[in-house]
């Protein structure tokens, strides 16, 4: 478990599949989550337990799917996750999603994220981490800068929400820039 002052990140497991089935059928949290219109219909519980059995499977040498919990409460509200990880390169791609709106804004995915990299620079010594967003989350944006992130290109209108075209916005974190961070604020 990754402990924080707001959030704490624990392994997935199993009985998680409940709330993510909730999340997933949501259209607001569809919609900031994964940056574009639930067209797809609703999930079904198959289609969740199955994506849940790939999950638990997952080697963290490659991937983690974590539950993001709420450190007051302790409910699950919301997922984080890692991907893509080249040990060789030293290279993640990191997500987050709080599917718990009434956690919206109050720094929780903010947290759950910096727990994240610091786990994934710290036990990994990964290099650099990586996320992207479209450029219609603007508090996924500020989240993303305020964690040192930097905006290091745009898929223009690669993105259709709402109707509307959107850029996917990526952002990089170097090492470097993470232990600066770090630094300054008199974490380890």
Known sequence: MIEGRLTRLRALRSEDAAHHLRWRNDPEVVRWAAAGDPCFGPVTAEAVALAFDTMLRLSPRESAVFTVEDAAGGGAIGMAD??????????????????????????????????????????????????????????????FLGLGFREEGRRRAAVLTDGRRHDRVLFGILREEWAGLAAATGRP
């Open 82 to 143: 890692y991907r893509d990880l080249d040990p060789y390169a030293g290279v993640a791609t990191l997500g987050v999603t709080i599917g718990e709106k009434e956690f919206w804004g109050r720094g929780h995915g903010s947290e759950a994220l910096r727990l994240l990299m610091d786990h994934l620079f710290g036990a990994y010594g990964l290099h650099r981490l990586e996320l992207d967003t479209w450029s219609g989350n603007e508090r996924a944006v500020r989240c």
